[in-house]
């Protein structure tokens, strides 16, 4: 069904980088989901009433805030597919983020209300009036939302939309809450206890745990971390496809929304190379990344010797001394600059941020092994960090 919808209605499906394609994706996605859910809310409130359930009313009203939340994502992948212009330069990707957070916040919205709900349940407990026909109803709304939390995840994983994957998990809820009011209502026939609003507390917290931990994944995304390391390696791999280039450092890479990246790196290069070389060698990198990975790249070259017996020899005892210390470092940019009295050793130390060794105790350390060695060393060292 859901691959019968995509066809059906998106042009060019597998353009997912395209943001009319994206948008169509939000439409389909934001328009299944306004019928499903108006549909349930119209029933579940007439069977509510009827049944007196409050799991059921609230159920309902859950169903007519998902509504809300369709119109949201109708309007957020619109907004987001809008083109650059003056004065956002890097596209409107980022919408997508914000749409996210809105969502999220109905979600916790919905749970609380439901708390309170199912909470007055409990301290004034009505009967639920059990029907066959109520019953048959919720089993049909779990069907529905079922298949809606498979389509939208399944969406959501094809076009990479955190969007489409905080529908689904509100769709799973939906599932979660409504089999919660079956259980109350089955309970009915047995038991006068309040099962209605315990399942609704016990549904309430599920809903509110899921609505946060969204939030705090969106708002990860909006405050800027790493991108996923399956995208770090095709960078990785690319770029070192080239046989002219011998390393890769201080690669870093910003996200503009899902399918607007630009980034930059630093590439090593025999330094016997000309000018016109290295900067062809840079350039075509530049190509075939955007070509390959759709992400903007501005690279700086290092030249490095890498045939000098005396500076692979002084590298090789720093990385040895580095390496002792256990923390995960490496080093990069090494050259050596040799006086009458003594040698600058010149480089760079990436420390991971797990690190438990601030930077001074780390260069004390290294010239403290250096003195060992029996000659004059100075070192001049750079922290980086690692930004993917």
């Given at each position: 069904?859901?691959?019968?919808?995509?066809?059906?209605?998106?042009?060019?499906?597998?353009?997912?980088e395209d943001s009319g394609v994206r948008q169509s994706y939000g439409s389909l996605s934001s328009g299944v989901g306004l019928v499903c859910n108006i549909l349930l809310f119209a029933v579940k409130y007439i069977m509510g009433t009827l049944s007196g359930s409050i799991s059921i009313i609230s159920d309902a009203f859950n169903n007519l805030?998902?509504?809300?939340?369709?119109?949201?994502?109708?309007?957020?992948?619109?907004?987001?597919?809008?083109?650059?212009?003056?004065?956002?330069?890097?596209?409107?990707?980022?919408?997508?983020?914000?749409?996210?957070?809105?969502?999220?916040?109905?979600?916790?919205?919905?749970?609380?209300?439901?708390?309170?709900?199912?909470?007055?349940?409990?301290?004034?407990?009505?009967?639920?009036?059990?029907?066959?026909?109520?019953?048959?109803?919720?089993?049909?709304?779990?069907?529905?939302?079922?298949?809606?939390?498979?389509?939208?995840?399944?969406?959501?994983?094809?076009?990479?939309?955190?969007?489409?994957?905080?529908?689904?998990?509100?769709?799973?809820?939906?599932?979660?809450?409504?089999?919660?009011?079956?259980?109350?209502?089955?309970?009915?026939?047995?038991?006068?206890?309040?099962?209605?609003?315990?399942?609704?507390?016990?549904?309430?917290?599920?809903?509110?745990?899921?609505?946060?931990?969204?939030?705090?994944?969106?708002?990860?995304?909006?405050?800027?971390?790493?991108?996923?390391?399956?995208?770090?390696?095709?960078?990785?791999?690319?770029?070192?496809?080239?046989?002219?280039?011998?390393?890769?450092?201080?690669?870093?890479?910003?996200?503009?929304?899902?399918?607007?990246?630009?980034?930059?790196?630093?590439?090593?290069?025999?330094?016997?190379?000309?000018f016109p070389e290295v900067h062809e060698i840079a350039d075509r990198t530049e190509r075939r990344i955007f070509s390959e990975l759709n992400i903007m790249m501005t690279i700086?070259?290092?030249?490095?010797?890498?045939?000098?017996?005396?500076?692979?020899?002084?590298?090789?005892?720093?990385?040895?001394?580095?390496?002792?210390?256990?923390?995960?470092?490496?080093?990069?940019?090494?050259?050596?600059?040799?006086?009458?009295?003594?040698?600058?050793?010149?480089?760079?130390?990436?420390?991971?941020?797990?690190?438990?060794?601030?930077?001074?105790?780390?260069?004390?350390?290294?010239?403290?092994?250096?003195?060992?060695?029996?000659?004059?060393?100075?070192?001049?060292?750079?922290?980086?960090?690692?930004?993917?």
């Open positions: 069904m859901t691959d019968f919808l995509i066809k059906r209605f998106i042009k060019n499906p597998d353009d997912i805030s998902d509504s809300g939340g369709c119109i949201v994502t109708f309007l957020g992948y619109k907004m987001a597919s809008k083109p650059a212009d003056k004065g956002h330069p890097f596209g409107h990707g980022r919408v997508e983020y914000l749409t996210s957070l809105i969502l999220s916040a109905i979600i916790v919205i919905v749970g609380f209300e439901l708390f309170r709900s199912s909470a007055g349940k409990i301290m004034n407990p009505e009967p639920v009036k059990f029907s066959i026909i109520v019953l048959i109803s919720l089993l049909i709304s779990i069907c529905v939302k079922l298949w809606m939390s498979v389509f939208n995840m399944k969406l959501g994983k094809k076009i990479k939309s955190g969007v489409m994957t905080a529908t689904a998990e509100d769709s799973r809820n939906d599932v979660i809450a409504t089999s919660a009011t079956v259980i109350a209502l089955i309970s009915s026939l047995f038991t006068d206890l309040p099962v209605d609003g315990i399942m609704g507390i016990i549904v309430s917290l599920f809903i509110l745990k899921t609505g946060f931990e969204i939030i705090r994944d969106t708002v990860d995304d909006l405050i800027g971390k790493p991108v996923q390391p399956e995208i770090t390696e095709k960078i990785k791999s690319s770029i070192l496809s080239d046989s002219d280039i011998i390393d890769i450092h201080d690669l870093v890479i910003h996200n503009y929304g899902v399918t607007k990246m630009i980034g930059s790196c630093h590439i090593e290069i025999r330094s016997d190379m000309s700086h070259t290092d030249p490095v010797d890498i045939d000098n017996e005396q500076t692979n020899r002084y590298k090789a005892i720093v990385r040895d001394i580095v390496s002792s210390l256990n923390q995960g470092l490496s080093i990069h940019d090494f050259r050596v600059v040799s006086c009458e009295r003594y040698r600058n050793l010149i480089f760079d130390v990436t420390v991971p941020y797990e690190c438990k060794i601030d930077n001074k105790s780390i260069q004390g350390y290294i010239d403290k092994e250096l003195e060992k060695c029996g000659e004059k060393y100075y070192t001049v060292i750079t922290f980086d960090r690692e930004y993917c």
